[in-house]
């Protein structure tokens, strides 16, 4: 997704920390040793079975979910981001098992998903729940639409746990957001479900105003604790007090945005559509008899192995040196290519292949960037070409050598530099009579040539 999702030093651990906290408060839940757990390192909905999306490496949520279906017949999944949650949604858009229900923007905005009529299908007809929103949501206008479709959910699904992203982004003030919520607005949300008294896991996910996402989820978790009316509003001196000002409070305030969703009653249509659609569906879905996974999600993925066996050092070096010749070819990948490679192209086909399933890119779809909105077409898979060949083996400079054994290097198709039996050949170190001769035969001197 080029900008969106970059590559970074650490992206493994950064995914093991955000998805092995959801799995981990997954594994609580299911074992009764806690009523809410709470990872505000996860949360990151967009990122989907085979690709990266919306700066979500790895869909932890899909992952908590999962660990809860071992033992809970069935989740319900609560997203009140900006943004769709697109990436659990279609994760179990075919059963019903999981109901998925969204509180977002839509229209011209990342993902682009998130329709009224989009409700899942097969098993999961009716299950995916989805309720857009217009620029400008006020906390009054969210809370009259959220309550009542949560307590139909509630009704008809009678869920056994409960998974709530509370994405800061929906917040007022937001840099990728355009709702209207305050702090106390997007805070009731939690509230609201904590009196349900199910089971309940917090997330995090977006939130593009860092000052405002450390307030709302710092109060959120003291809404968890049943503590919001206690906390003092006034922040204590902190080393980062000063990014709070200028003042200083637990809050987020409303701005002066203009609420287009109460123009042309656009949001009561929303409210009894998403009405319709819950009271369609069955009460209470059975869920028959079915087989516990003996191991747990965080077991199956290695997450809690407590022992790692020790890399000897072959394979360390092995490491490094695939590393090495990797990067050596990231960095040929632009040079032109080798005008007589026509001759060998069927005996480094396989070479190519093997180097082109790093550097074909997705597509089958058109993608919206998460930063600008806008549609980006992404190049297909392609086949190998004669330019994304591995320079560092089918190059000018290297070339195999029947009598070494061995790869030997040069510069502009000359070898320079050879050692054999401890002289140098094209270094001018050599007679005339040894150049011309060639290089010795193993056969020639067999002790020396070994």
């Known amino acids: 997704m080029g900008d969106d999702n970059p590559p970074f030093e650490g992206v493994f651990d950064f995914c093991a920390l955000s998805a092995g906290g959801s799995i981990e408060a997954g594994q609580r839940l299911a074992s009764g040793s806690t009523d809410i757990a709470i ?58 098992r999981v109901m998925t229900c969204s509180f977002h923007k839509f229209g011209t905005f990342f993902p682009g998903t998130g329709m009224q009529d989009d409700t899942g299908r097969g098993k999961g007809k009716g299950y995916a729940v989805n309720v857009p929103f217009k620029d400008g949501l006020t906390d009054q206008a969210f809370q009259s639409v959220f309550e009542p479709v949560i307590l139909k959910i509630m009704e008809v699904f009678q869920p056994s746990a409960i998974v709530l992203q509370c994405g800061a982004d929906s917040l007022a003030g937001d840099k990728l957001g355009s709702l209207n919520l305050t702090m106390q607005g997007h805070a009731s949300c939690v509230q609201f479900i904590r009196k ?27 809404c968890a604790l049943g503590l919001e009316d206690t906390i003092d509003l006034n922040l204590p001196w902190h ?24 123009k042309e009653k656009s949001l009561d249509k929303v409210r009894e559509a998403a009405l319709r659609q819950l009271s369609e569906l069955k009460p209470a879905p059975s869920v028959g008899m079915h087989d516990v996974p003996f191991e747990t999600v ?40 080798d005008p007589d490679s026509d001759s060998d192209h069927s005996s480094s086909t396989q070479r190519v292949s093997r180097s082109s399933r790093r550097q074909r890119a997705r597509n089958g779809k058109q993608r919206m960037s998460i930063m600008t909105n806008q549609v980006i077409d992404v190049p297909e898979y392609l086949p190998a070409t004669k330019t994304s060949k591995r320079r560092f083996f089918a190059s000018e400079g290297a070339q195999w050598d029947q009598q070494l054994k061995k790869v030997v290097v040069g510069r502009n198709g000359e070898l320079e530099g050879i050692a054999v039996n401890g002289k140098l050949r094209g270094l001018g170190l050599m007679s005339e009579e040894e150049e011309s001769t060639g290089w010795p035969s193993v056969e020639d001197n067999e002790e020396e040539s070994r």
């Open 298 to 337: 965080g077991d199956h993925l290695g997450f809690r192995h407590k022992e790692s066996k020790k890399i000897d050092d072959l394979d360390e070096r092995l490491a490094q040196h695939t590393r090495y010749i990797y990067d050596l070819q990231d960095s040929s990948t632009s040079s032109e290519s």
């Open 39 to 96: 990872n505000w390192a996860g949360g990151l909905h967009h990122a989907k079975k085979r690709e990266a999306s919306g700066f979500c490496y790895i869909n932890d949520i899909v992952l908590g979910i999962l660990e809860l279906l071992r033992v809970f017949p069935r989740v319900l999944y609560i997203d009140i981001d900006v943004h769709h949650g697109d990436g659990v949604e279609e994760a179990f858009y075919t059963t019903g």
């Open 239 to 262: 080393e980062y007090f000063e990014w709070f000002g200028p003042r200083y409070r637990l809050e987020v305030v409303a701005n002066n945005m203009e609420d287009l969703n109460v």
């Open 196 to 222: 349900l008294h199910v089971p309940l896991m917090l997330l995090g996910g977006g939130g593009y105003t860092v000052k405002n996402v450390a307030r709302t989820w710092a109060f959120e978790t003291a």
